[in-house]
């Protein structure tokens, strides 16, 4: 990923944190007839350090797991907050003209060599600890042991685990951290003015 310095994230814990908060990644692997990608939701351990563990399951349908050449590097995207930045929000605009219009993101990349598996307890760890995650902001909280456990196996046997030890690790927080005081606020306040870009805003506000 092109990362120019000022906008580099490279502390750990941070990168970790925007991917539990995230959730939902983009897993890419290489097989015998090129790039394939599933997009699934994932789980990261800090262990082992330094970078720590992806962890996550797709379909036993899906021979993606079949076809990703054994000990080759994959990569797994996440993609949080972004949205279009326009150029009238900048202070620059009224003092030159000279803008013109971006994106800003947030994007983290995990490399590795992911190891799939079909073991029915490490596979129930995954789903269990997913659904404890998603399910633990609701008033009523469903959990697998909701569901008859012959029915939990059955659904275990058509999906395949995999986990992945993180070599490499990369962040990249485009919030405009090449621009003045001025041009950051207006974009902050523009972002904000949006309650489907607040979380934006809320991200440059650190900055």
């Known amino acids: 990923m092109y990362v120019p310095s000022h906008f580099q994230e490279g502390r750990i814990p941070v990168l970790h944190e925007a991917i539990r908060t995230i959730g939902f990644g983009t897993l890419v692997t290489l097989g015998p007839d090129g790039l394939e990608a599933s997009h699934v939701p994932m789980l990261v351990d800090p262990d082992p350090a330094p970078f720590g563990t992806l962890r996550g399951h797709v ?4 021979e993606q797991w079949k076809r990703a050449a054994d000990g080759v590097h994959s990569l797994a995207m996440f993609l949080g907050p972004n949205a279009y930045v326009s150029p009238s929000w900048y202070a620059t605009k009224r003092e030159t003209g000279k803008v013109v219009p971006t994106w800003n993101y947030v994007a983290v990349h995990v490399y590795g060599r992911p190891r799939f598996f079909t073991d029915r307890d490490p596979l129930l760890a995954i789903v269990t600890r997913l659904t404890t995650i998603h399910e633990g902001k609701r008033a009523a909280p ?8 012959d029915y939990i196996d059955g ?5 395949v685990g995999f986990e992945m030890l993180i070599e490499r690790l990369e962040g990249k927080w485009k919030l405009g951290q090449n621009r003045s005081a001025a041009d950051i606020a207006g974009v902050r306040a523009g972002l904000a ?6 979380a934006l805003a809320a991200l440059m506000a650190k900055i």
């Open 59 to 62: 379909a036993r349908a899906n």
């Open 142 to 149: 469903w959990a697998v042991g909701d569901a008859p456990p």
């Open 155 to 159: 659904l275990l046997k058509a999906i």
């Open 193 to 198: 003015a949006d309650p489907g870009d607040a």
